[in-house]
């Protein structure tokens, strides 16, 4: 279900922030004096030009993260402005000519200088295809599902638009069903190479034209080869997701383990698996910051570890009991894989 349009009027009007949750919250040195809302803006991205930890931003704005779940669309053309006095900062939404809504940032806002870039308006189209999609599996999870018998014309790699045949495939859970091939288990590298989970990949969608012991359907999306064999499993309802970006409320110390789609190289916009699920307190919407471990040698040619280094955020997106999906949102330069994730 499409969600409403909410207005920026009613974010900034719920404001109620506690001096102790707000007297860490820096603005940014080159804060803007305002900003014009424009289509596809989301508050993180707004937040993002005015402070130096844009995930904070429902403190800022201070309405309850169960109340408004999805507050990317909000009123083209609202008026966000920035007022810089000798007794603090404060935020003004400009809501018409004959009047101005305001909403103070208490207590005064430090500035201070960085060089980190800002962190991006969540691009939700890179990780709205993953969220309807059961990537992590049991152990021969799909060893019973339908599977892919082939084509009439004998062809080896199936794509959209192909017409497949399908054995075992149940008349009882719909005509939308995905297509998934199971892959590499997914260890736990601070646990004794623990198995977390099996992760299964997503290979694309078909719909059923006919039902029977032998059943046809037709591949109606391809991310990648389908062969005989890939499994099927029902397509589920669109999932309402949670986007607001905020802090984990305890420590977390975790580990990238896998990057998803076989790419080597981790960077912005690369989706993760991370050893921390539901159980070690992670939710969606987390958002948490990557380090590099490194070491050196010292003057006698022993081997020491360096203070972890900072290099980039990931926003969680899905959850599983033991493991995440992470988007990587910044990066300052390579991640790699075993790098460490944290509460910011």
């Known amino acids: 279900m499409r ?3 909410i207005s920026m009027i ?7 922030v506690a001096p102790a949750q707000a ?13 014009v809302v424009v289509p596809g803006d989301t508050l993180w991205g707004i937040a993002s030009r005015f402070l130096k930890d844009p995930w904070r931003w429902p403190e800022i704005w201070g309405f309850n993260r169960e109340q408004v779940k999805n507050p990317h669309k909000i009123y083209p053309g609202d008026v966000v402005i920035l007022d810089k006095t000798s007794h603090g900062s404060r935020l003004r939404l400009a809501e018409d000519r004959g009047g101005l809504k305001t909403v103070k940032l208490s207590p005064q806002i430090r500035t201070e200088q960085s060089s980190t870039a800002a962190i991006p308006s969540i691009p939700a189209s890179a990780i709205e295809p993953f969220l309807s999609q059961p990537l992590v599996i049991e152990k021969d999870g799909l060893i019973n599902a339908p599977y892919i018998l082939g084509s009439s014309e004998n062809r080896v790699i199936l794509s959209a638009g192909n017409i497949a045949y399908v054995s075992g495939l149940p008349e009882d859970k719909g ?3 995905q297509i998934f091939r199971p892959s590499k288990a997914l260890k736990d590298p601070d646990n004794e190479n623990q198995i977390l989970g099996y992760e299964a990949t997503y290979l694309g969608n078909v719909k059923v034209s006919a039902f029977a012991d032998i059943s046809t359907v037709t591949i109606t999306r391809a991310s990648e080869e389908i062969l005989k064999g890939d499994r099927l499993v029902p397509a589920p309802d669109t999932i309402f997701n949670n986007y607001v970006p905020h802090a984990p409320d305890s420590a977390i110390n975790g580990r990238i383990i896998s990057v998803y789609g076989g790419v080597t190289e981790i960077g912005k916009g690369a989706i993760v698996t991370l050893n921390k699920g539901e159980l070690d307190g992670l939710e969606m919407g987390h958002v948490l910051a990557i380090y590099r471990k490194s070491q050196a040698k010292n003057l006698k040619e022993e081997t020491v570890q360096l203070p972890d280094e900072r290099t980039g955020l990931v926003f969680v997106f ?4 033991k493991l995440a999906y992470a988007l990587v949102v910044q990066s300052t330069q390579s991640i790699k894989i075993l790098d460490a994730v944290k509460t910011p």
Do not use: C, K, Q, T
């Not at 009613?10 to 109620?16: A, D, K």
């Not at 007297?23 to 900003?35: G, K, T, V």
């Open 3 to 5: 969600m409403p349009i």
């Open 10 to 16: 009613f974010l900034l009007g719920l404001l109620s």
């Open 23 to 35: 007297a860490n919250i820096i603005l940014r040195s080159d804060a803007p004096d305002h900003y």
């Open 318 to 321: 899905r959850v599983f009991e």
């Open 175 to 177: 005509s939308a069903w």
